[in-house]
């Protein structure tokens, strides 16, 4: 079970960086097409900030202890900070590869979680990519 913990970890400091950038995306954005990027890192940092309490709470389930210093979450989270506020379509184009790396990191959980049979969890998941694959289809749209 402490490889599952350890990946649902790794996992929910990646999306703990993913809903702060998503936020500062949503809130610091510039561009002729401000209204609808705003309203799209709106979008996407809503659902992630409603998803942090769950993802801990799947976590704690399992007998693990969800991080909660942000050092803890900068050290285990793949997710890089934006050293300043990129232009619209760079925050679309980063916020696109960071949704990438919160699909690796549910994909790798949902592998363990099978081994382990932790069916309700591997149910969570599966939501959790499905909301995923839809934000590529929409930032990778917003790029076309
Ligand atoms: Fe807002």
Not at 55 to 64: P, Q
Not at 69 to 80: H, N, T, V
């Amino acid at each position: 079970m402490e490889t599952l913990i350890e990946a649902m970890k790794r996992y929910f400091a990646t999306h703990f960086q993913y809903y702060t950038k998503a936020h500062g995306f949503h809130v610091n954005v510039v561009g002729s097409d401000f209204t609808q990027r705003h309203k799209l890192f709106g979008k996407i940092y809503e659902d992630a900030q409603g998803a942090i309490d769950d993802i801990a709470e799947h976590i704690r389930a399992i007998e693990g202890i969800a991080p909660f210093a942000l050092k803890r979450i900068q050290d285990l989270g793949r997710i890089k900070d934006s050293s300043e506020a990129p232009n619209d379509m760079k925050m679309v184009r980063e916020l696109l590869a960071d949704t990438q790396i919160v699909i690796d990191h549910l994909e790798e959980c949902h592998d363990i979680a099978t081994e382990f049979r932790k069916f309700g969890l591997i149910n969570f998941i599966e939501g959790r990519l499905d909301i995923h694959a839809k934000y590529m289809w929409m930032l990778r749209s917003t790029l076309e």
